[in-house]
């Protein structure tokens, strides 16, 4: 199979006002294969985008090496460009264009004929719900019709390998599917290999053949979501929101001998990988009448991306 990115010890390391480093990406490797859809997952700040902006030649690493199709690309950046789309987070649309203008700039700028470039932008105008503007500025655009042209945009030259940064923040139902559908027609027809990030789960577990997750610069875990899962301690999960977490309720929960372990996950709730989920439910609900914590909310359920997500970036309370 086809390597299309490799990714090897990439490092990212900032420098902060008062002299101070802050390492931002530590040192690490995944390749992706032609027609492949990957999903980068991980918490606000976990250096997801900071990974996007080097390996898409935006950003120099401070160490490592990245090639897209077999080619360095510190060494030859405009070839790599040319076989990349990128939809960021931030709205970098030419705000001086009309959105037709910019459709039609991108398509000269990687290649496409004139007549190419405008059958291309009148079909994506038209299937974004972008046609009746296409001739206004895109300064006078909402952002959710922004976030429509910068994904339109972005699959203009068919690119291949498409980097989706949280495309469909914004969006509504109908457009994240109509997102999707352009998606997977490029990657069905011209083997485009897609980078994904989000924060909607059922994205990835829909379309995705292998998930990353990512915190603190770091890769946790790499697979399918079946690999990921055999991670999770148990097959069914208790969630419990309360009144306020504590250390003293924790250690309470985790010495009950239905539980594995537990995770907090913010101040009123935990995540709990029972034994046997009956006989744990049971162990809880009794726990709650003896203790000054109050419940809110208690709920059993089957392992998920979720829950594989919650299990690898949040901290665990020993037994």
Do not use: C
Request: without cysteine.
């Amino acid at each position: 199979m086809k390597r299309i990115l490799e990714v090897k010890n990439l490092t990212k390391v900032f420098k902060k006002a008062n002299g101070e480093s802050h390492t931002a990406v530590n040192g690490i490797s995944f390749d992706l294969n032609e027609g492949e859809i990957f999903s980068f997952l991980g918490p606000n700040g976990a250096g997801k985008s900071t990974t996007i902006n080097m390996v898409t030649t935006q950003l120099s690493p401070t160490a490592g090496t990245i090639k897209v199709d077999g080619e360095d690309i510190q060494s030859s950046p405009i070839n790599a460009r040319t076989k990349i789309g990128i939809v960021a987070q931030h709205n970098n649309l030419d705000r001086g264009l009309t959105a037709h203008e910019n459709l039609l700039y991108h398509g000269r700028y990687f290649g496409l004929s004139k007549h190419e470039s405008e059958t291309r932008a009148e079909i994506l105008l038209k299937d974004f719900g972008l046609y009746d503007w296409k001739d206004d500025y895109v300064k006078s655009f909402s952002g959710g019709m922004a976030q429509r042209l910068k994904i339109a945009r972005a699959i203009m030259h068919k690119p291949a390998i498409l980097f989706l940064d949280e495309p469909t923040t914004g969006l509504d139902p109908a457009y994240r599917e109509i997102l999707w559908e352009h998606v997977l027609r490029l990657n069905k027809e011209n083997k485009t290999t897609v980078f994904l990030t989000t924060h909607y789960m059922e994205e990835p577990e829909r379309f995705s053949d292998r998930v990353a997750i990512y915190n603190k610069g770091e890769i946790k875990a790499i697979g399918t979501i079946d690999e990921l899962r055999k991670q999770i301690p148990s097959e069914s999960l208790i969630y419990l929101k309360v009144d306020q977490t504590s250390e003293l309720f924790s250690k309470q929960l985790s010495k009950l001998g239905t539980v594995k372990s537990l995770k907090v996950v913010d101040e009123k709730n935990y995540v709990i990988y029972p034994n046997e989920s009956k006989k744990a439910l049971t162990e809880i609900l009794h726990l709650f009448e003896q203790s000054k914590t109050q419940l809110e909310n208690i709920q059993l359920s089957s392992t998920t991306l979720d829950d594989i997500f919650i299990h690898l970036t949040t901290d665990e309370e020993e037994k």
